[in-house]
């Protein structure tokens, strides 16, 4: 019998998390100030969440955000979601995190007036960026 495992991580800006989402070409639902979204799994099973992917027709991930811890937990019946859908929690965990890391890098560097000059990919998929700053 399968059943709903969560993940946790910390994700402090939700619109940036959206954007990953989209990026890595998600469809997702994101419920109203104030409510939450069901998250379906195994045999009609569901749990709510502040956000959920559609990962398959049958199966989602669920993501609950603590705006005040900035902890984030991904929730999904992760057996049928990977049967279903090809996602493995940790490869989907790792995915999103390391492109959430990215953007929140490409932010911090822009705001303290450095210039990305250089971004490569190693065989690892790890993203190493190069930037520099002009002085006065």
Same mark, same amino acid.
């Given at each position: 019998?399968?059943?709903?495992?969560?993940?946790?991580?910390?994700?402090?800006?939700?619109?940036?998390?959206?954007?990953?989402?989209?990026?890595?070409?998600?469809?997702?639902? +994101?419920?109203?100030?104030?409510?939450?979204?069901?998250?379906?799994?195994?045999? =009609?099973?569901?749990?709510?969440?502040?956000?959920?992917? %559609?990962?398959?027709?049958?199966?989602?991930? =669920?993501?609950?955000?603590?705006?005040?811890?900035?902890?984030?937990?991904?929730?999904?019946?992760?057996?049928?979601?990977?049967?279903?859908?090809?996602?493995?929690?940790?490869?989907?965990?790792?995915?999103?995190?390391?492109?959430?890391?990215?953007?929140?890098?490409?932010?911090?560097?822009? +705001?303290?007036?450095?210039?990305?000059?250089?971004?490569?990919?190693?065989?690892?998929? %790890?993203? %190493?960026?190069?930037?520099?700053?002009?002085?006065?």
């Amino acid at each position: 019998m399968s059943h709903f495992t969560t993940v946790q991580t910390k994700i402090k800006n939700v619109l940036r998390l959206e954007l990953v989402l989209e990026e890595l070409g998600f469809n997702f639902t +994101k419920a109203e100030v104030g409510q939450k979204v069901l998250v379906k799994g195994y045999l =009609g099973q569901t749990t709510e969440a502040d956000l959920v992917i %559609h990962a398959s027709k049958t199966y989602e991930i =669920g993501i609950n955000i603590d705006a005040e811890t900035g902890t984030a937990t991904f929730v999904a019946d992760w057996e049928f979601v990977e049967t279903t859908a090809g996602y493995d929690q940790a490869e989907f965990t790792r995915k999103v995190m390391q492109r959430y890391a990215y953007h929140t890098v490409k932010e911090e560097v822009t +705001k303290r007036g450095y210039t990305l000059e250089e971004e490569t990919v190693d065989e690892e998929n %790890h993203i %190493h960026v190069t930037v520099s700053s002009w002085g006065d």
